[in-house]
């Protein structure tokens, strides 16, 4: 039976990175968020969408992402809705991830709200990535061209560092990538997984 890693993080923090690390490790990696804009994509999900939001999000049947996230971020009962259609979608599409990896030992899920979606129970093992707070605003400020205000009120949405971190197994400091990579290396030994399996 394939054990699940959780891997998740603040906005900021540098999941990816960390999730990167593992990927180098021969572990796989399922990038729920990624996989959410794809499902995003899908029929059914538009429909409920559109349902949901509205037909303004739309521009030439493409969804304007930004947009959505405008409204979902500055309102905890529209990104409930959001969470709502995609969340269950996410589900199944990992399911099917899963079975295409059924021979490794372990793979990885990353996600931002892992607690906050109640994810991390289905998991054996929850790791949390953290940064220290300017560190995470600079990071995200910088790749989504946005606002320190912006970055802030998506902090806000989120659970605190403290709050994971008191449900996690482990914890990687990312604000050193050469101490962060000896940490999951220090992990994969701890849980005995071993590195580069085919």
Known sequence: MTKIIGLTGGIGSGKSTIAGFFTEMGIPVYI???QAKKVMQSENIVQ???ATFGNTLF?????NRAK????VFNNTNKLAALNAIVHPAVKEDFKLWLQEHKNY???VYEAAILFESGRYKDFDVIITVTAPEETRIERVIKRDNTTREQVLSR???QW???KRISLSNFVI????LKIAREEVVKILKILNIKQNQS
Not at 68 to 71: M, P, R, V, W
């Open 173 to 176: 400091n990312n604000s050193n």
């Open 48 to 50: 409920q969408i559109k």
């Open 105 to 107: 030992q372990y793979v």
């Open 32 to 34: 729920a968020d990624d």
């Open 155 to 157: 902090m806000k949405m």
């Open 59 to 63: 521009e030439n049947e493409i969804l």
């Open 160 to 162: 605190n560092d403290e």
């Open 68 to 71: 959505l996230a405008e409204i």
